[in-house]
């Protein structure tokens, strides 16, 4: 799979949870704007439609923040960063074990 395709397939499934979450989103609005003649209802259902918006809201600022310092364009460099990390880990453990067998053969004589 080259990465047009896989740019694509991306983009596809994100517009779909997009979509599906856009929907419950709308739902919610609409339960809100049917109950705006019931005063008991318009009470309980502001407390979830703020909390909606203010997550929503912040949650757009968050993804804006990191379209913006460019989280988004090199995604796989953290994971070959983390590697080659851990391979230099594992050559100074190697080091490190050879140089107390060394020590421990000299406490022997």
Not at 7 to 18: A, C, G, Q, S
Not at 35 to 62: K, R
């Amino acid at each position: 799979m080259n990465k047009a395709q896989q740019v694509r397939r991306v983009t596809i499934f994100t517009t779909f949870v997009i979509f599906l979450a856009a929907i419950g989103f709308v739902f919610k609005i609409w339960e809100f704007v049917r109950s705006l003649g019931d005063a008991d209802a318009v009470g309980f259902a502001i407390v979830p439609l703020s909390s909606y918006f203010l997550t929503g809201f912040g949650f757009l600022l968050l993804l804006i923040w990191a379209a913006g310092r460019g989280m988004f364009r090199d995604v796989e460099a953290p994971k070959w960063r983390m590697m080659e990390m851990e391979h230099q880990y594992a050559l100074e453990e190697d080091e490190d074990e050879s140089d107390d067998w060394c020590l421990s053969e000299e406490d022997e004589t």
